[in-house]
């Protein structure tokens, strides 16, 4: 199940064939939902009038009076993967990938989707025995950005990040340990920004496998921040630095 308006309606306008049937609570007739029903009319899909104690009997979470019953979306394998570094490619642009390594909240995953669309990154990266699931509360989260953002599920994680860097690709780890800060490493080139799960960080093999550690300045009394809060923050560093090459030439 997708639930809430902007995973709905993000689902219905790219991926509409997904979607088997459409739950809309009774009474919702305001623009927001008038969109999510003309895009499934569009798409020829049943929509189902229900009240709003049925649809919070199914739903754990805010559904905001639309619940779409879609096919489960599964992950990427590694071909997946070389088969989206191949398109980014043709466009002639610089690949940004973005690892998640032992990330298995959803709300975590859900916003770090979310970020990681917003920064134009190409594919997130993730471990299959570590990661949270592609789940309704994920895509809730993500608010559309896990119909729109490639998430790939790769067996081993290292092994991969291994060939990344054959390929030509800087790999930049997130440790709290590390000399350097995030403003002070050139970014402005083909990417994998990993980051590690709060607390533990990344596993020692995924470390290994890193060209370059570097940290967020920390001023307060917390040791770290969220997750998906680092992760935005890194990745808008590298759209920060791209669009300063290119304001320059």
Not at 186 to 194: A, I, S, T
Request: hydrophobic share 45%; proline share 4%; charged share 25%.
């Amino acid at each position: 199940m997708v639930f809430g308006l902007h995973a709905v309606t993000t689902l219905l306008a790219r991926h509409p064939e997904q979607v088997r049937q459409l739950l809309v609570q009774k009474g919702r007739e305001d623009e927001r939902m008038q969109t999510v029903l003309r895009l499934a009319q569009d798409a020829g899909i049943a929509c189902h009038v229900c009240d709003k104690e049925t649809l919070d009997a199914g739903i754990e979470g805010v559904h905001q009076g639309v619940v779409a019953l879609c096919r489960p979306l599964e992950a990427g394998n590694e071909q997946a993967l070389d088969q989206r570094l191949a398109e980014v490619a043709r466009e002639g642009r610089m690949p940004l990938l973005l690892v998640l390594d032992g990330v298995t909240d959803p709300h975590n995953f859900g916003a770090c989707l979310r970020s990681a669309d917003a920064a134009g990154v190409d594919a997130i990266v993730v471990p299959k025995d570590k990661a949270a699931p592609l789940n309704a509360t994920v895509r809730k989260v993500a608010c559309g950005a896990a119909e729109a953002l490639p998430v790939i599920a790769v067996t081993n994680l290292a092994r991969t990040l291994r060939q990344l860097a054959d390929q030509g690709m800087w790999v930049v780890g997130t440790a709290g340990e590390a000399d350097q800060l995030v403003y002070e490493v050139d970014l402005n080139r083909p990417l994998v920004m990993v980051m590690g799960a709060e607390g533990k960080g990344m596993r020692r093999l995924t470390r290994e496998h890193c060209d370059e550690l570097i940290k967020l300045p920390m001023a307060g009394e917390v040791s770290s921040l969220n997750v998906s809060v680092a992760a935005g923050v890194c990745l808008y560093e590298v759209v920060r630095q791209r669009i300063a090459c290119q304001v320059k030439r």
